[in-house]
């Protein structure tokens, strides 16, 4: 996975987000995004090991459902709405700025709700044919940013559109404005939110140009414009240009992401006949690895390279890098481990088996300080309790342990939510909600950690949020 957020149609942690246009057209199942999010996260000052591993403990001790929140509207979020848009459907995203909760359902339809009143505060969607794919919070405005389409273009292109958070407060989404109005982003056109580097990448097919913007004020800063460019990848303060494949090799361009000045350009020999698995960019680290072969990992700098073993490093679906710790995540058939840049195994985590066999990365969430990951995972088979159900789990990123996880057995004992130890008697009753835990961690499709408040916000199939707080 690249760092950016590409709504492009694969975790939190990742710097960015890709939205990719759909290709095909006026049919419901292009509607569904299914954007591979990378979670990368800017740097933080880090902790002692051993007061971040009790801190997180602490920090989740008495967690407990407190609230819940429904996305569904049988009569729609406006008249004349499309049919399909009062369905009731799955999560697949949420996002948090402030005290504002938003809920993205597979339908299109996207609410917001507030953790000052538990209310609904408003629908995102401002008019009737309205579809949004995907949202970004730009923290360099507090604004949301809404990736839609829309029936009147039969669901085509995509439409950017910035809303100010104190807008969305006042129940007034239709305040906002349009982004990138002269962009025809068509399939496979797609736009690309980097909050790492605080750029926008878009990529118009009509023309094969891309064109970089800046985040803080959508100023246009430079495009790229080659027909052989097959890929982008982002990284900290660079660009990887992939090119067409050449005989044996594959051409590699990076540039510098605040100008486009071309920093490095050369080659990397690949096996003629063998599929490219992938090509990522980390720093002056170059991960490539080729159907049924080794990995290899190339230091641009000096041409180097490290061989790990296909064996030992399988094709994973999914990567986060982590740039506070030098390290990635791989994901592979539910298992989550963690690398170095030698192509070493740093961690396999003890207790984090996950729920979702196609590593949906919604349900993952990273740390901006990078030492936690928190994911719905399958519940311990041997607890009679958890059947049906999974568990949110809590681990450290560093050493594999479990911290602290959300399970269905622990309401039984008392009214937090976590295996606590604690003499707390208050029934889980206390909580404004009309699911019980057990239902609460039923088929979680979006997890979203709010670090500022200390929440937990999960969404399920049913179209209901659920807030897990101290």
Request: proline residues 2%.
């Amino acid at each position: 996975m690249d760092g950016g957020r590409r709504i492009g149609l694969n975790p939190r942690p990742c710097s960015g987000r890709r939205i990719v246009a759909s290709k095909k057209r006026g049919r419901l199942d292009g509607l569904v995004n299914s954007v591979k999010k990378v979670q990368r996260r800017e740097i933080c000052s880090k902790r002692h090991r051993a007061f971040s591993i009790t801190d997180a403990q602490e920090r989740f001790r008495h967690i407990r459902l407190q609230e819940e929140y429904d996305t569904h509207n049988p009569k729609g979020h406006c008249s004349m709405v499309l049919p399909f848009l009062r369905k009731r459907s799955k999560i697949i995203e949420i996002v948090a700025a402030q005290d504002i909760v938003f809920a993205l359902a597979q339908s299109g339809v996207c609410a917001a709700f507030s953790r000052e009143t538990n209310q609904r505060v408003c629908f995102l969607n401002v008019t009737a044919d309205e579809v949004i794919r995907s949202l970004f919070y730009n923290k360099n405005n507090d604004s949301l940013i809404t990736v839609s389409v829309y029936a009147s273009d039969n669901f085509s292109s995509l439409k950017c559109r910035s809303t100010r958070i104190e807008y969305i407060r006042r129940g007034q989404p239709d305040a906002g404005f349009a982004l990138f109005e002269s962009e025809s982003l068509k399939w496979p056109g797609f736009v690309e939110f980097d909050d790492v580097n605080g750029k926008v990448l878009t990529y118009s097919a009509q023309d094969s140009i891309y064109k970089v913007f800046d985040l803080k004020n959508y100023t246009m800063l430079y495009t790229v414009s080659d027909r052989n460019v097959q890929e982008i990848k982002i990284s900290p303060g660079i660009m990887l240009l992939i090119f067409t494949k050449v005989g044996g090799h594959v051409p590699l361009k990076i540039l510098s992401i605040e100008d486009g000045t071309v920093l490095k350009s050369f080659c990397h020999l690949l096996h003629r006949n063998k599929r490219v698995d992938f090509i990522e960019q980390f720093n002056e680290k170059l991960l490539v690895k080729q159907e049924n072969e080794n990995l290899q990992i190339l230091d641009v700098r000096n041409s180097e390279i490290t061989e790990v073993s296909k064996n030992e490093f399988m094709t994973p679906s999914a990567f986060i890098f982590l740039y506070e710790n030098q390290l990635f995540l791989t994901f592979r058939n539910r298992t989550v481990a963690v690398w170095n840049f030698r192509g070493e195994l740093v961690t396999s985590f003890e207790d984090h088996l996950l729920c979702h066999p196609d590593c949906n990365t919604n349900n993952i969430y990273i740390t901006s300080d990078q030492d936690l990951i928190i994911s719905y995972c399958k519940a311990d088979s041997a607890d009679p309790l958890s059947e049906g159900n999974g568990s949110i789990n809590i681990s450290n990123i560093l050493t594999g342990k479990c911290v602290a996880k959300i399970r269905a057995s622990s309401e039984k004992q008392c009214g937090c939510a976590v295996e606590c130890g604690c003499s707390c008697k208050q029934q889980s009753s206390i909580s404004r909600t009309r699911s019980t835990v057990a239902e609460a961690l039923e088929d979680i499709t979006a997890l979203f950690y709010d670090e500022e408040r200390g929440e937990i916000y999960t969404g399920n199939v049913h179209g209901l949020v659920h807030v897990w707080s101290n």
